[in-house]
């Protein structure tokens, strides 16, 4: 095996993917640009599930009481021996998502298109967004099309958001082209709208039809996702968010037939990453990480995964911030990402996303700076549900010393620990330290609060909030300190 990039594949679906996932292109430390809305509107009635992360929930038969199902003996390692899992209803099994084949590591964006000429891909639609093709990142890919003689049309019409126009535009293209599949390059919004692309070319009609769980009846033309953060993993993974501009909703589409064919996360192509999105990116990765591990539907996989994730961000994101040249570092946090994205694909989240959703869908605020801020809030009420878990992800943290506890029980030592060092790192990363230095309005966190229950993330939460104590959230984020 080269030193340069390591490749995994399965049979089926069996190992796959290491993925970076993609924080929106105006995603940074703050300094949004945009109005921000007068007027919230409710989330509609079909959008109760408008962020569903596509896990089976019928085996989850209830959510958990503080120290219920926990270990008790005290034990404690970076593999979770404080077990916490769900009994499963009906006795059928979990399912464990995972995308095909993963090439990872420096040079491995060389080895994925090398490759793409012994699947059939002699003509592809190049789907990546202006900023990235203007600044000349993209011909890293281009020029080694060309110089395997892949023909290629370069579809940069991407937003941050990508609409179902701009999918559906994208389905003209390739039926242009004649293309034989599509290849993705950027973060999450590119790849979401080349999974919406290459499914509609596969299975007709439009992209809204797909809406909700597995509606599709064949698997989506080939795709390449090339990512470019590390973050949101949604290169990896079986969720397609667009945008319906009549509806002012994100719906969110979960099949399997939109995994990706391969998922590329060469560090390589990361190293330009300006700080702030390095910053965003990373602690969406983190979020993703810690809320997997907490969350109703975890696994003894889906842990293991997590606290690994958890253990690389925790060593990593400073250096990747403060040096992006660091390859050492970049190539750590695109493991971490892809990690956490493996933990979630079958875990689920939590109420940091289904509030960070809000957030970000009313104010159009950075996804991975609205779960960094509401991190530590979020999980400082998780703890008081779960609190054992809290020494698993002290240890992941490189936590050393709970014995010492001053007076406090172990877990509540672990539980004060961990949160100090999530805002500890949020600071060192330049993450705006609360909601009002992000422009949040404290008169919106009513109908924020009744939107963020409506969201599919919440339902994995280790407990489920009143909408007051949602409220109580919102305002802590507010005016927390790092």
């Given amino acids: 095996m080269r030193a340069s990039a390591y490749r995994f594949s399965g049979r089926g679906r069996r190992l796959a993917a290491r993925c970076s996932a993609t924080e929106p292109a105006s995603a940074g430390t703050g300094g949004d640009e945009k109005k921000v809305r007068s007027k ?46 769900a009994q499963n209803a009906g006795g059928e099994g979990y ?51 060309d110089e395997h003689g892949i023909a290629y049309e370069v579809f940069d019409e991407i937003t941050p958001n990508p609409t179902s126009a701009q999918v559906m535009a994208g389905v003209e ?30 299975n007709g009609g439009h992209i809204k039809d797909y809406e909700g769980e597995n509606k599709s009846a064949k698997k989506m033309l080939p795709m390449v996702a090339v990512n470019t953060t590390a973050g949101t993993a949604s290169e990896m993974t079986r969720f397609c968010i667009v945008t319906d501009e009549e509806r002012h909703v994100k719906m969110a589409i979960v099949d399997w037939h939109v995994t990706p064919d391969v998922a590329v996360d060469d560090p390589e192509l990361m190293v330009g990453m300006p700080p702030g999105l390095t910053a965003a990116t990373g602690m969406d990765a983190l979020t993703h990480a810690i809320e997997a591990y907490v969350s109703t539907a975890s696994t003894p996989i889906t842990d293991a995964c997590a606290l690994h994730a958890i ?14 040249e660091d390859l050492r570092a970049r190539d750590m946090m695109s493991y971490a990402e892809f990690l956490a994205g493996m933990a979630f694909n079958s875990a689920s989240l939590g109420y940091v996303h289904a509030m960070a959703h809000q957030l970000g869908g009313f104010y159009d605020l950075p996804h991975g700076v609205c779960n960094a801020v509401l991190l530590p809030v979020v999980q400082l009420k998780n703890a008081e549900h779960v609190p054992d878990l809290f020494l698993d992800l002290a240890e992941a943290m490189g936590i050393e010393g709970l014995g010492e506890a001053g007076g406090l029980g172990v ?6 620990i961990v949160i100090r060092a999530i805002r500890q790192l949020s600071r060192d990363v330049g993450i705006p330290e609360n909601l009002e230095a992000l422009g949040v309005r ?33 305002e802590e984020a507010y005016a927390q300190k790092h």
């Fill in 442 to 474: 404290r008169e919106d966190f009513e109908v924020l609060a009744e939107n963020a229950m409506k969201d599919a993330c919440g339902m994995t939460n280790p407990f489920q909030p009143t909408k007051e104590e949602v409220v109580e959230m919102f």
């Fill in 411 to 416: 877990a509540e030592r672990a539980r004060e």
């Fill in 173 to 202: 293209a390739v039926e242009r082209l004649g293309g034989e599949g599509v290849v993705s390059f950027g973060g999450g919004s590119p790849h979401d709208c080349a999974k919406g692309i290459a499914l509609v070319c596969a």
């Fill in 40 to 85: 919230i509107p409710k989330a509609p009635a079909r959008s109760v599930r408008a962020h569903l992360q596509g896990v089976p929930l019928d085996h989850i038969v209830k959510v958990p009481k503080a120290g219920v199902g926990l270990a008790s003996d005290g034990t404690q390692t970076a593999h979770g021996l404080n077990y916490h899992h």
């Fill in 311 to 324: 253990k690389l961000i925790s060593r990593y994101l400073r250096t990747a911030v403060r040096d992006g």
């Fill in 95 to 145: 399912y464990f998502y995972m995308p095909t084949v993963s090439l990872m590591g420096p040079g491995a964006l060389k080895k994925a298109v090398r490759d793409m000429g012994g699947r059939g891909l002699g003509k592809v639609l190049v789907v990546t967004d202006r900023v990235l093709r203007e600044i000349g990142a993209l011909s890293s890919l281009t020029d080694l099309l």
